[in-house]
């Protein structure tokens, strides 16, 4: 059965529950479990199975049925199907205890410009936004996000920003060299977008030890409804790969339910991150920002981006994958939920309270108002009250175990 019979399958006028499609999704499950990879048509049939229960993402439209008899098929559908995907979460979390037992991984978050040369769709701090209210941090003030991060158990410094070319090579090895200098047992994590291999080589030699770019989506024509024509996929896939050769931990990733996105386009994501191999990968649901031009589109779905995070974990074991904000913004226990689905990695906000607002990817982002210490200690026990427990640990990548 091809790719366009299975999406046949599950769009037509009835969903009913089909015992045969819910025993092939667990086979697949089962296979992902046991070999890491699935083939492009195996992977769309979960996903096509998986929407057609939620009826919610912007990926496939399920018919409202009004008829008591649909209503309760559906009902039924959506309630095997949630069964398979907690089959599918019960490995995933196994998968993620075995290499990192039930420790979460904090990184402190210093969102240090939102200044960004670029105007992708759907980013609140986009170029054209001129509602926007900018601001840079200075050194002294990212090295004080440091200090507090430090004392509070942070172990990994996450530089992120829009791409602001404000910041000079020199001046990201010195912030770099400085962090690295006075924290010798700590990681920095850089994310501020599309760079030179040049650019990157500096970076690293000034001591970065990881850096996150996502590539958003791996299909072409998707990502040309995201982002003008400046920006190409083909170089966001080449930066990946500089910065793998030069030697960075690296993290890539992309949106669930973005605008305009399909099955075939997940796919790709899925099929392109299990050939790059990523350290880390950072997925999380779109949500819409009222100050770009897909401010009326729909949000991803948590459940949806939950079910991907459990694929992910199966089809990279070893990957640092984060619960992250976002998903909390749609979710009150987003984080929590991330973490039960297979992620193992939280990225609170060091940031300056009174900066924190101004950096708004999307609308209605959680922790805008709190202080380092008062979120991370509330996070701490949300945390342990599903039987898990932050570290004081930089928290790198563990290698693959033998089989």
Do not use: W
């Not at 999704?25 to 699935?38: A, P």
């Not at 602001?164 to 700590?186: E, G």
């Amino acid at each position: 059965m091809g790719l366009k019979i299975y999406m046949n399958t599950i769009t037509g006028t009835n969903v009913k529950t089909d015992v045969n499609t819910l025993k092939r999704m667990k086979y697949l499950i089962d296979k992902l479990y046991e070999y890491h990879k699935l083939e492009a048509d195996e992977f769309a049939f979960l996903l096509e199975n998986h929407t057609a229960s939620t009826g919610v993402s912007s990926i496939a439209d399920k018919k409202n049925y009004t008829d008591d008899e649909n209503n309760t098929n559906d009902k039924n559908y959506t309630d095997e199907i949630e069964s398979i995907s907690q089959y599918l979460f019960e490995k995933s979390r196994s998968v993620a205890q075995k290499y990192y037992s039930n420790k979460i991984y904090i990184r402190g978050l210093i969102e240090f410009t939102n200044y960004c040369r670029n105007d992708c769709y759907y980013c609140g701090i986009r170029r054209s936004n001129k509602k926007a209210d900018r601001y840079r941090l200075s050194f002294d003030e990212i090295l004080s996000c440091c200090d507090k991060g430090y004392a509070l158990g942070f172990r990994t410094f996450v530089l992120q920003g829009g791409e602001d070319l404000s910041y000079s090579d020199d001046d990201m090895c010195h912030i770099i060299y400085a962090i690295k200098s006075k924290y010798p047992d700590c990681a920095v994590t850089l994310s501020i977008g599309e760079r030179s291999y040049e650019s990157y080589l500096k970076y690293y030699k000034a001591g970065a030890d990881r850096y996150l770019l996502r590539h958003e989506t791996a299909s072409p024509t998707h990502y040309r409804l995201l982002h003008p024509k400046n920006q190409t996929l083909a170089n966001r896939k080449q930066c990946l790969y500089n910065l793998k050769e030069i030697g960075y931990q690296v993290g890539t990733g992309f949106m669930v339910g973005s605008p305009y996105q399909t099955t075939r386009d997940i796919v790709e994501d899925l099929l392109f991150i299990k050939e790059f191999n990523p350290h880390m990968i950072g997925i999380g649901p779109f949500i819409p920002h009222k100050d770009t031009p897909f401010f009326n589109k729909p949000a991803g779905t948590l459940e949806l981006t939950l079910f991907l995070i459990g694929i992910l974990r199966l089809m990279v074991p070893n990957a640092l994958i984060p619960a992250t904000t976002a998903l909390a913004t749609i979710h009150p226990q987003g984080r929590e939920k991330g973490i039960l689905a297979g992620a193992n990695v939280v990225m609170p906000n060091l940031s300056p309270v009174h900066v924190r607002k101004k950096y708004t990817l999307y609308d209605n982002k959680i922790c805008t108002g709190e202080e380092a210490a008062e979120c991370r200690f509330c996070l701490q026990k949300r945390i342990e009250s599903i039987g898990y427990e932050i570290v004081v640990d930089r928290g790198d990548c563990k290698p693959i175990l033998p089989s």
